[in-house]
């Protein structure tokens, strides 16, 4: 690690990352990206923070509750705004519900940024939460990866990349600047899946 970390002025701050501050793992995905370098972290309510963004995650949490906070806070539109200029968003875990498509659970509003179609609480039914290892090939292998009352893709359209899968169901993919993965990466010590969603931005 460079020694430049340490002594980061605001100057060479080049990528601000948001992080909706609606509802679940917020300060664990703020925590994540205040390690790497060249990232400003902003956890984000307003619609008009999104102005000043290259990127922004949905985190984990209920996908219910967020959903009715972004239509509380006027923040659905801008949030498809923002994905239509080419911003890079990230989706994990409820984050990835709220990305998709087409789900079977009406309660939840999509934002409909990626063309998936998602089984909320798809492994709850079998096992809550697990912990496993994954190799994606464009980030590396034995990436660890939290589950929690995780959902997986059931259905992915042709302009999307699976990225990974766990027992035959999707748990990655991505389509262009749209990244949305089944599992936690805050709350492991490897950064390398935050990083990669930092690239894309
Ligand atoms: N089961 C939750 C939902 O669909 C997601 C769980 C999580 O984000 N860890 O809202």
Known sequence: MPNSQSVMTKKSVSKKIGVLNLQGAVSEHLTMLKRIEQVEPIAVKQAEQLADLDGLIIPGGESTAISRLIRQNGLLEPIKQFAAQGKGIFGTCAGLVLCGME?????????K???IQVERNGFGRQIASFETTLDIAPIGTDIPAVF???PYIARAGENVTLLASVNGHGVMAQQ????VCSFHPELTQDDRVIRYFVNLC
Request: a negative charge.
């Open 103 to 111: 789900t079977k659970h009406h309660e939840v509003e999509l934002l």
């Open 148 to 150: 929690i009352r995780a």
């Open 176 to 179: 262009g600047h749209i990244l």
């Open 113 to 115: 940024l990626i063309d």
